[in-house]
């Protein structure tokens, strides 16, 4: 897997856009993009991943920069219930374990 | 979607015994599974990964007589914590890949274990 660097932690006002950046400077061709999130004593939840392309969900919509040496979750509109431990994770192909970063503490803020 | 079930959701045991947690897969086939184990507020560990039909694969610094891994079909993966201590308490959490050509990974619920 990449080695991924996010932020510690963001601060969003509610029902207000979240970019949530992630640096993976080096990922290979074939790993994919993922992003987790995990609310207090829970397992990480799946958000949205990607390999080139940009991709949009219910959830998130997920921008790759085209040299994918970065990426950005977007959230459209944060809610309270969006407040989470953010993980960005690159890699995780066959052969490869699934190894997490320390991640972004998201709060929302009514 | 894909489910990964995990049981006990949090358990209570005294120095010294035995602690199995158990990681199912509910609506798919998971030849790999994956152990972290999380402290708080930290990110989760990966301990080891877990393959049907085969020996684990611990990371490095996890020991393998302490934390028994046993992947013996392809919807069940157990973790026994053996002769635990207060140390080895923390947040376990297991994961199963989905498959298919996205590379999917889900995650159970997680065990909180407290050892007294």
């Known amino acids: 897997d990449a080695k991924t660097t996010q932020p510690n932690s963001m601060e969003s006002n509610e029902e207000e856009p979240v970019h949530l950046p992630c640096n993976h400077s080096?990922?290979?061709?074939?790993?994919?993009i993922h992003w987790y999130r995990q609310l207090p004593s829970q397992g990480p939840e799946y958000v949205i991943h990607?390999?080139?392309s940009n991709v949009n969900n219910r959830m998130a919509s997920l921008a790759i920069a085209e040299d994918r040496k970065s990426s950005t979750l977007i959230l459209h509109r944060a809610t309270l219930r969006d407040a989470a431990v953010y993980y960005c994770?690159?890699?995780?192909?066959?052969?490869?374990?699934?190894?997490f970063g320390p991640g972004t503490r998201l709060s929302v803020l009514p | 979607g894909a489910v990964v079930s995990q049981h006990p959701s949090r358990v209570i045991c005294k120095s010294g015994t035995s602690v199995k947690i158990e990681c199912r897969s509910l609506?798919?086939?998971?030849?790999?599974m994956f152990w972290y184990r999380q402290f708080p507020k930290q990110s989760l560990m990966l301990m080891a990964t877990?393959?049907?039909?085969?020996?684990?694969?611990?990371e490095q610094g996890v020991e393998k007589d302490k934390f028994l891994i046993n992947h013996a079909s392809l919807t069940l993966s157990t973790l026994t914590v053996t002769s635990a201590h207060p140390e080895d308490s923390s947040f376990y959490i297991c994961?199963?890949?989905?498959?298919?050509?996205?590379?999917?990974?889900?995650f159970g619920s997680g065990t909180r274990l407290t050892v007294v």
């Open positions: 994961s199963a890949r989905t498959g298919g050509t996205n590379y999917g990974y889900t």
């Open positions: 080096t990922i290979s061709g074939t790993d994919y």
């Open positions: 990607g390999l080139t």
């Open positions: 994770v690159a890699g995780g192909n066959y052969g490869q374990n699934f190894v």
């Open positions: 609506d798919f086939q998971a030849t790999t």
């Open positions: 877990s393959n049907e039909g085969s020996k684990a694969t611990y």
